[in-house]
Every structure is written in structure tokens, then in C-alpha cells.
């Protein structure tokens, strides 16, 4: 199998404090993964190093077919080489209409002089339409997303995501938050991104792990401890100790 | 369900937002309301001096239109636009004091025996600009001065190029915020003790002065001359408000509001930040410049001290009480607080007397603007222009997603559609 991502040998410490310790971790291109941990275990630290916000003591971060290092990139050309990332607290432009939001993000020239002279073509308009439709936000397009209910606010992130076509989706934590209808309709709208793309869950909620049905990696201070089918690394006697703590 | 995020706007630009077809209107109807009444065109019922008081207003509000975009729309408080106008206001002036001098000299030097040679009026004409301050040679700074276009090109150039680099080495370094606030500020001190000096080439604090009189048009009666400096600032305000609408109807808008909102999510969009921030300070600071180019000809003054720090504060207080992130807001905001500022501290309002303490509104309208600032700020957000958001939303309230009936459990929009 191909590998989208592959991360090794990767360590941060932030004063001394290891956030991230010699970790490893690959994706394919149309994978699902869901990254479990106890708090301060690294996950956000490993979300944060994949985007370009943190850039880490040494270690390798190799990206696509040809193996571009994203280590010498900023947030912004990592995330027009499609990489695509959900924030855990909704981070949606509450000024903006849903719409607005939506277009926003679409995959488009995100150069200045290209956005100053963008004028939606009909081809947009769909795209917007069907993603809308997709997160079920398409009667809400033209209401400021900030009068939105926190569960739809947690779509239009992910329907931002989508619209932005990314080739790896990192999305952290998901179904906080969500009454349990909402967590059945993200779990739709994951599981529906990860036949085409790659994309790695990061979340508290075994449940909603379970759910997802894919292989989970385990993070304990800064590294993989497991990895494997949740049955698998549910049963291991070293992550039954550190994490589920029974 | 909704249609009208379905289609691509069809409608030409303007159609779609009328609030820019109302300002130019309003706009077109004050500035031939004024043309009837000044005495250089009209019936003459107000004076050349209030006409320009008027087209100076005019250029203050075109700076304004510059700060709310760059404060009201990207994010970005500067405090240091006023710099950029002021830059404009000097790249203008040194053509016009140079070419006036230089009539001058040609003409005095023509009784002379001998006809006088082209250094012999250079040197007349620098004796006579930098005999203030002590000096008798043109400074490299003015090696374009003889030239109108290249000038004018100076008045684009110069803020254009400093707010460039000085934009670059900020944004870059991912200075925000209120140290990007004090860093702005910096150059702009910078500049003005700069410009202090006797050696700057600019002629120290004396300044350029004599812009009122255009080289060559000697026998054009003032009142004449400021009317069409009222019509050019009013078509440049004009042109300004409609660029300023464009560039922010579209994506590009939703981008810079989106990084006033939330920077670093943006960047995780794709959007490089920089980028945008970049051209968003440039593009102000040469509108501000244009403005500076049309203010000091009418102000027929500029020296250091209009470019020291308190004049962009003052303008951040123009836009925040005009309401920022409303070009109109900006627009109202510096026409009121400027003209009332003239009148304050132009003698005519009457002083208060508490007996004890006489209210002398020269010294205390600082005061005043210094609480309304505060008070808009914590009472009124949105400033002068948050009115006209009252009354549209009055008139039609956006009910959208709330319950259809007024009963409890009443059907939703969202479920009535289905």
C-alpha cells in the first residue's frame, strides 16, 4: 500500500517538556484512523506539527508520492498541498454567512490578485450546494454562521474541510459536544470523506471510535503505544493500564 | 430552500450594493449643492476659505476610507497612516514650491545685464527654499522636484514602496496586534523627528509652505482655484469609495474580514496571511498618499508636525467613531469629527461659564472627543454608521431559522421546507 504521510523520528519539547518523543506514524491515501490518548499525550502537539504550526526538534514529516518534506513549509502552502484541519473548538467565521464560509474555503487560486478578481462561476455554486447538502446546512446558506446551533457549527467545519478537497483531513474531536443523532450524522460524514481521502480522528470518545470501525493508534507521552483494530489495542495489557486505567 | 447562494451573482456590481450608489449620490448632490453656493462658481454664499475647509474634509474622509479597511476590514490597527498621507503631501508640495520659485527667480533675474544661466537660477532657487535653514544647495532628496510627473509618481511611489518593505518586515516577522500598533507608530515618530531636522532636505520644521498658489496660474483668483480642488477631492473620494467597495464586495473581502476574525485559521485554509495583509497596507497607504497629495494644496502648509503620532490617532478615533467596518461609517465618521473639531477649536463655540471655571472649548474639545472615543467604544460599537443598522434592521428583521408560529413547538423554517 502507498503511503500519503508518513512521520518518523519525530520529537518536540516545549522548556524541557517532551511533548512529542521519537514518534512514528503512516497513512495511506484513503485510510481511516483514529489516534486515541490520555491528555498531554501529543496528540494536538501531532496535528500542530503535520499543519506547520509547530515546527519540530528533528524527525521527518515526508508527504505524498514524491516524498516533500512539509517540515520546510508554512501553515498555508501545507494546506494547499491538501492538507486540510478541523480545530477541536468550532472555528468557523461567525461574521460570515454559511455561504460565505462555505466559499471560502472551496478549492480555488488562493493568491491575491486571483481572490480580488474570484467572481463564483456556476460550477462554485454547486459545489457549495452539494457540501451544504451533504452537512445538512443547505436551507441555513445565507444565516450568519454564528447564529448556528454549536453540532452545525462542527459541520460546517467539516463541510469547510470537504469544500477545501484536502488529500489528509485531521480532525480533532469531532463529536464533542454533539447529541447523539448529530454524532451518527459525523460518523456518516467521516467514514463517506475516508473512501476517498485520508483522514485521522483524533478523539476522547470510545464510542464514537468504535463506530468509525478503523485501525486506531494509541499516543502515551509523545509516542505510539499501540496500534492495531480497537479490540486489539483495547485488549493490550500496557494501553488497558495508561489509559483506560482498569 | 435557498436560491440566492445557488447562482452566481448576476447583477452588475453596483446593483448589488446600493449603499455605494447612495454615497455617490449624496456625494454628487453636496458637491454641486456646495459648487452653487461658493464664491469662486456660484452665488457665492460660502466662502473660499470654508470651501476649503470643505475639500480638505473630503481628503480626510478619503483617509478615513483608507483606515477602515485596513483597520475595519483586515484587522490591522496602524497607526501610523496619517505618515502616508502626510509623505503625499510632501511629494506634491516640493513640485509646487519649486516651480513657484523657480518663476519667481527667472523673473527677477531676467532685469539683469547678463542673461542669467541655468545654475545661477538653480542657485536662486535653492537659496531662496532653504534660506530658512541655512542653507544654499538643493538636497538629493529634491533631484525630481522640477518635474510634475515624476512628482506625482512620488506621491504613489514613496508611501507606496516605504508601507511595501516596512508591511514585508512586519507581517513576515507575524507581528499582530497592539505591538504591530506600536511598531506603525514607531515609523511615524520616526518620519516627523526625521523630518525636524533642519538637514533633512525637507526644510526642517519650517515645513513647505506657499501650496496655495499653483506655479503659473498667479492671475486665477483663489476662490476659483479651491473650487476645483473641492470638485477633485470630491471625485477622488468618489472614485476611492467605489474601489474600496469593490475590492471588499467579493472573495477577497471575505478573506480579509476572515483574517481580522481569525488569523491562524486562514493560514490552515490555504490563505497565505501575509500575503493579504500586505497588500491591504500598501493599497491603503496609497490612497492615504493621494489624499495627502490633494489635502496640503488646499491647506497650503505641511511641516513634521502633521505626520507626528497624534494625527493617526486621531484618524483610528475618526473611523472608531464613524463605526469601523462600514466604508460609510469611516466617511461619516471623519467629516463629523473633523468639521466639528474646526468649529471647536476654531474659536466659535461659545464658552461655558461655571462660574468658578470657564468651559474654553479650544483646550477642552480634546476632552470631549477623548470621552466620546471611549464612550463609542464601550456603548456604541459600531460607531455613527451602527444608526443606519438600526433602522434597516427595524424595517425588515432577519427572522431567518427562528420558529414560524408563535407557539411553542410552531413549525421551523427548516422543517417547513422539507
New interface residues.
Given amino acids: 500500500m502507498s503511503t500519503l504521510l508518513e512521520v518518523s523520528g519525530v520529537s518536540v519539547s516545549f522548556d524541557g517538556f517532551k511533548a512529542i518523543n521519537n514518534l512514528a506514524f503512516k497513512i495511506g491515501p484513503a485510510e481511516m484512523r483514529a489516534v486515541i490518548g490520555p491528555n498531554g499525550a501529543g496528540k494536538t502537539t501531532f496535528m500542530d506539527i503535520i499543519?506547520g504550526?509547530t515546527k519540530p526538534d528533528e524527525g521527518r514529516v515526508l508527504w505524498g508520492e514524491k516524498s516533500v518534506s512539509l517540515l520546510s513549509m508554512?501553515?498555508?502552502?501545507i494546506?494547499?498541498a491538501g492538507v486540510?484541519?478541523k480545530?477541536q473548538r468550532p472555528?468557523v467565521?461567525?461574521?460570515?454567512?454559511v455561504?460565505?464560509n462555505l466559499?471560502?474555503?472551496l478549492k480555488n487560486d488562493?493568491?491575491?490578485f486571483a481572490?480580488?478578481g474570484?467572481?463564483?462561476?456556476?460550477h462554485?455554486?454547486?459545489k457549495?450546494?452539494e457540501i451544504a447538502e451533504q452537512i445538512g446546512l443547505?436551507?441555513?446558506?445565507?444565516?450568519k454562521s454564528g447564529?448556528l446551533s454549536h453540532g452545525q457549527k462542527q459541520w460546517l467545519e467539516i463541510g469547510?474541510l470537504l469544500s477545501?478537497d484536502p488529500k489528509l483531513l485531521l480532525v480533532d474531536e469531532p463529536a464533542a459536544g454533539m447529541s447523539p443523532a448529530e454524532r451518527e450524522h459525523t460518523t456518516e460524514l467521516l467514514v463517506e470523506a475516508a473512501k476517498t481521502r485520508a483522514v485521522v480522528v483524533v478523539e476522547h470518545d470510545m464510542e464514537f471510535v468504535r463506530r468509525l470501525n478503523c485501525r486506531v493508534t494509541v499516543l502515551h507521552e509523545g509516542s505510539v503505544l499501540a496500534e492495531g483494530s480497537l479490540d486489539h489495542v483495547t485488549s493490550d495489557e500496557r494501553v488497558i493500564e495508561v489509559y483506560l486505567g482498569r | 430552500m435557498s436560491d440566492i447562494a445557488l447562482n452566481p451573482p448576476r447583477k452588475p456590481f453596483a446593483a448589488r450594493y446600493p449603499a455605494m450608489l447612495v454615497f455617490i449620490g449624496i456625494l454628487a448632490l453636496f458637491t454641486l449643492v456646495v459648487s452653487v453656493l461658493a464664491e469662486g462658481f456660484g452665488i457665492g454664499v460660502i466662502s473660499t476659505s470654508f470651501v476649503k475647509t470643505l475639500g480638505k474634509t473630503l481628503c480626510l474622509c478619503m483617509v478615513a476610507l483608507a483606515m477602515d479597511l485596513v483597520w475595519g476590514y483586515c484587522g490591522i490597527l496602524s497607526l501610523g497612516h496619517m505618515a502616508f498621507f502626510g509623505i503625499g503631501g510632501y511629494a506634491i508640495g516640493m513640485w509646487l514650491m519649486y516651480a513657484r520659485t523657480e518663476i519667481i527667480v527667472t523673473s527677477s533675474l531676467a532685469n539683469a545685464p547678463l542673461p542669467p544661466t541655468p545654475a545661477e537660477i538653480s542657485d536662486g532657487i535653492a537659496s531662496q527654499i532653504f534660506g530658512v535653514v541655512g542653507a544654499s544647495e538643493f538636497p538629493p532628496i529634491w533631484a525630481f522636484a522640477h518635474s510634475f510627473p515624476l512628482q506625482l509618481a512620488a506621491v504613489v511611489l514613496v508611501p507606496g514602496l516605504l508601507a511595501l518593505v516596512f508591511g514585508w518586515l512586519a507581517f513576515r516577522s507575524r507581528v499582530t496586534g497592539v505591538y504591530l500598533s506600536i511598531l506603525t507608530q514607531a515609523m511615524t515618530l520616526a518620519l516627523a523627528l526625521f523630518l525636524f531636522q533642519n538637514d533633512s532636505g525637507l526644510r526642517g520644521n519650517n515645513g513647505l509652505s506657499g501650496l496655495q498658489n499653483l506655479p503659473g496660474l498667479d492671475h486665477i483668483p483663489q476662490s476659483t482655484i479651491s473650487i476645483v480642488f473641492f470638485w477633485a477631492s470630491a471625485l477622488a473620494l468618489g472614485l476611492a469609495f467605489i474601489i474600496c467597495s469593490w475590492v471588499i464586495s467579493g472573495k477577497f473581502g471575505s478573506v480579509i474580514r476572515a483574517i481580522r476574525d481569525d488569523e491562524a485559521r486562514v493560514r490552515f485554509l490555504g490563505y497565505s496571511v501575509e500575503a493579504y495583509k500586505l497588500f491591504i497596507f500598501t493599497f491603503t497607504a496609497i490612497i492615504a498618499a493621494i489624499a495627502g497629495a490633494l489635502y496640503y494644496p488646499q491647506a497650503g502648509i505641511i511641516n513634521p508636525a502633521e505626520i507626528a503620532p497624534i494625527a493617526s490617532i486621531y484618524l483610528a478615533v475618526w473611523v472608531a467613531i464613524g463605526g469601523r467596518g462600514k466604508l460609510y461609517g469611516a466617511v461619516i465618521g471623519a467629516a463629523f469629527v473633523s468639521l466639528l473639531s474646526t468649529w471647536f477649536t476654531g474659536g466659535q463655540a461659545p464658552d461655558i461659564n461655571l462660574g468658578l471655571f470657564t468651559i474654553q472649548w479650544v483646550d477642552w474639545w480634546t476632552i470631549l472627543l477623548g470621552i466620546s472615543f471611549v464612550a463609542v467604544t464601550i456603548f456604541a460599537p459600531r460607531g455613527i454608521g451602527g444608526l443606519f443598522d438600526l433602522i434597516s434592521e427595524r424595517r425588515s428583521p432577519n427572522r431567518h431559522g427562528a420558529a414560524l408560529g408563535p407557539d411553542a413547538g410552531a413549525l421551523r423554517e427548516q422543517e417547513a421546507d422539507q
Avoid at chain 1, 474570484?118 to 456556476?122: G, L, S, V
Fill in positions: 499543519t504550526k508554512n501553515e498555508s502552502r494546506a494547499q486540510g484541519r480545530f472555528t467565521f461567525e461574521d460570515q454567512t455561504a460565505e466559499m471560502l474555503a488562493r493568491s491575491p481572490v480580488l474570484f467572481r463564483p462561476k456556476q462554485d455554486c454547486d457549495v450546494a443547505l436551507t441555513q446558506l445565507e444565516r447564529e469547510m477545501q
